[in-house]
Antibody
Framework: EVQLVESGGGLVQPGGSLRVSCVASGFRFNTYWMHWVRQAPGKGLVWVSRIDSDGSRTTYADSVKGRFSISRDNSKNTLYLQMSTLRAEDTAVYYC??????????????WGQGTLVSVSS | YVLTQPPSVSVAPGKTATITCGGNNIGTQSVHWYQQKPGQAPVLVIYYDGDRPSGIPERFSGSNSGNTATLTITRVEAGDEADYYCQVWDRRSDHYVFGTGTKVTVL
């Protein structure tokens, strides 16, 4: 059974940093592209970032580029999102998401339950 | 790239719900649809315009042409009440775009 379990969310002050993690199980983690998608309270889904299967290529939404960094440790089946210079508008549930296959144009077939990041003073 | 959905759709049990997703020449792109129930993570219900993942009822179908993609739910049940999002990969920006979301209410 495919499982994605996020952790590391919490309350952080504006301008602060936080790293969220996602532990994957039930599939060959090192063969799938992975994404982070976020959802602000009461709002819609917004794609944040993508990383390819070996971690060599990353892509970011314009709203987080230069502030967020996606990475993975395939030996630990873990995906990370390092967030810095956080703003109030970064407050959201952050979902770890698997792409259905190794490539750009594949649907998001498995989602974690999400971890809430709140940015407030 | 912007994907526009109606904010809400209301449907009686047993009837058909139609959810649209508008985008410039969206018919040239592959559209995926997700269902999100309150307090839960999204679930993929339609991929590549009209394919269904295993476990998704045949009542869910999709189509895509011109400037509009459509998710259709036939014989609607109370359990179909949820938010629905369309999504595409924008090859020009290499970014992923979600629609604005549609809340389906079963009367």
């Amino acid at each position: 059974e495919v499982q994605l379990v996020e952790s590391g969310g919490g309350l952080v002050q504006p301008g602060g940093s936080l790293r969220v993690s996602c532990v994957a199980s039930g599939f060959r983690f090192n063969t799938y592209w992975m994404h982070w998608v976020r959802q602000a309270p009461g709002k819609g889904l917004v794609w944040v970032s993508r990383i390819d299967s070996d971690g060599s290529r990353t892509t970011y939404a314009d709203s987080v580029k230069g502030r967020f960094s996606i990475s993975r440790d395939n030996s630990k089946n873990t995906l990370y999102l390092q967030m810095s210079t956080l703003r109030a508008e970064d407050t959201a549930v952050y979902y770890c998401v698997r792409a259905a296959a190794d490539g750009s144009n594949f649907p998001f077939d498995y989602w974690g339950q999400g971890t809430l990041v709140s940015v407030s003073s | 790239y912007v994907l526009t959905q109606p904010p809400s759709v209301s449907v009686a049990p047993g009837k058909t719900a139609t959810i649209t997703c508008g985008g410039n020449n969206i018919g040239t792109q592959s559209v995926h649809w997700y269902q999100q129930k309150p307090g839960q993570a999204p679930v993929l219900v339609i991929y590549y315009d009209g394919d269904r993942p295993s476990g998704i009822p045949e009542r869910f179908s999709g189509s895509n042409s011109g400037n509009t993609a459509t998710l259709t739910i036939t014989r609607v049940e109370a359990g179909d009440e949820a938010d629905y999002y369309c999504q595409v990969w924008d090859r020009r920006s290499d970014h992923y775009v979600f629609g604005t979301g549609t809340k389906v209410t079963v009367l």
